[in-house]
């Protein structure tokens, strides 16, 4: 078999991994034409098919492709590892960190986190994925992230949960509101108005289950899976919705609505990192980790939550 390049497996993992080629030249952000070249180069060398090509399908993957993508997978995690350690070498920590993020909850603490890392780690760099609370654990799961940052209830088997914070629940509403100057509100007085609702996987019917359990019917006027929509729309005085991080736009007084604390009796969503249990991670990863604890302790991630006076 010919000499293979990392560039090469790195592009035959793409492949197994989103199962298209055309998903793996967009994810890599190359062309197809590359990604087409480096399987036939390995298969030619391997002398076997590691896909078969499916019209209308994409690729699919066959039984010594399996066991190759596996070994692949494992030797460039080994790898990035590897590259991460020598670097540190000279005692400067250096590599890439790939975080997946819930998308509804990140922006308010993530920021500030990663700055004050780079502070004390410059030579790191983050590549960052957002998605709901279901796709985060599956970029962990399929190694596209070394860390997720997400609700504890998502987390799946051979996952740990590391908490960050436990985060109540609170109503968003226009800053027009009536509700807006309160120090409280109730789901009763909630269920009085009309609910803009945030139509992502779990969320969708998450926050009406709370209505239906406090034995309350919820109005729900307006939905979408685009959270700065959801916010637009009350800001607008459309109605209200309920979440549990606050908005970035809230806690600096802007963006035109109010978070306000809810004051029933709801258990409260722990929110924190998640990672793969088995996974050894390379030491920027850990270094990232040990700096969340950090914070955690010194209370940064409160802001993300709204709370009683």
Do not use: W
């Amino acid at each position: 078999m010919s000499n293979l390049t990392i560039k090469q497996l790195r592009y035959v993992e793409a492949a197994g991994r989103t199962g298209s080629i055309a998903a793996a030249a967009l994810d890599l952000n190359i062309s197809q034409s590359s990604i087409t070249a480096a399987i036939d180069a390995m298969e030619a060398g391997l002398g076997f098919d590691l896909f078969t090509r499916v019209p209308a399908k994409g690729l699919m993957i066959t039984p010594a492709g399996q066991q190759s993508l596996a070994l692949i997978s494992d030797f460039l995690g080994n790898f990035r590892e590897f590259e991460t350690e020598l670097g540190a070498v000279g005692g400067t920590s250096t590599g890439i960190i790939r975080l997946a993020c819930f998308a509804a909850a990140a922006a308010s603490f993530l920021p500030q986190a990663i700055a004050e890392f780079q502070r004390i780690h410059p030579g790191i760099r983050f590549e960052m994925v957002e998605g709901n609370m279901d796709t985060v654990t599956e970029y962990l799961e399929d190694g596209r992230a070394d860390l997720a940052f997400s609700y504890r209830e998502v987390m799946r088997e051979g996952q740990t949960f590391q908490p960050l914070i436990e985060l109540p629940h609170f109503a968003l509403v226009s800053e027009q509101s009536p509700l807006a100057g309160r120090h409280s509100v109730t789901l009763k007085e909630l269920a009085a108005r009309p609910m803009i609702r945030l139509n992502l996987p779990r969320s969708s019917a998450y926050y009406p289950d709370l209505f239906r359990k406090a034995g309350l019917e919820v109005e729900t006027v307006h939905t979408s899976t685009s959270l700065e929509m959801v916010r637009t729309m009350v800001a607008a005085d459309l109605g209200f919705t309920v979440l549990n991080a606050q908005p970035l736009a809230s806690i600096d007084g802007r963006g035109g609505f109010r978070a306000v604390p809810i004051s029933d009796i709801l258990p409260a969503r722990a929110f924190g990192v998640v990672t793969q249990s088995r996974v050894r991670q390379p030491r920027a990863v850990v270094d990232f980790q040990t700096h969340c604890n950090a914070l955690r302790n010194a209370g940064h991630f409160e802001r993300m939550a709204v709370r009683p006076a």
